[in-house]
């Protein structure tokens, strides 16, 4: 049974951090990429910030680039998002997702990624 399970999510006044995580089981996570995706209430799923199997290729949407920071861990089937200096905006369901391929390429486009876990919800008060 295919499983991702993000965790770490809470609530968070402006200006502090939340570190995510996300567990996979029953599925090949070393040789893809992954990626943090989230989504507001009444808006669209936006990406985050994807990391390659090797860790070399890292991407970021420019809303978070400089505050967040995407890291894996193979051995532990586990992926991380260290986010600092949040703000209210960051508020939202955040998701993991494995991508289709070993590498990020140039954007976070949802179509690319095959399994997503249930989503850990980031709530920052101004």
């Known amino acids: 049974q295919v499983q991702l399970v993000e965790s770490g999510g809470g609530l968070v006044q402006a200006g502090g951090s939340l570190t995510l995580s996300c567990t996979a089981s029953g599925l090949t996570f070393d040789d893809y990429a992954m990626a943090w995706f989230r989504q507001a209430p009444g808006k669209e799923r936006e990406g985050v910030s994807c990391?390659?199997?090797?860790?070399?290729?890292?991407y970021y949407d420019d809303s978070v680039k400089g505050r967040f920071t995407i890291t894996r861990d193979n051995a532990k089937n586990s992926l991380y998002l260290q986010m600092n200096s949040l703000k209210p905006e960051d508020t939202a369901m955040y998701y993991c997702?494995?991508?289709?391929?070993?590498?990020?390429?140039?954007?976070?486009?949802?179509?690319?990624?095959?399994?997503w876990g249930q989503g850990t919800q980031v709530t920052v008060s101004s």
């Open positions: 997702a494995r991508r289709v391929s070993y590498f990020c390429g140039g954007d976070l486009d949802t179509s690319t990624y095959d399994y």
């Open positions: 990391i390659g199997w090797s860790r070399t290729s890292i």
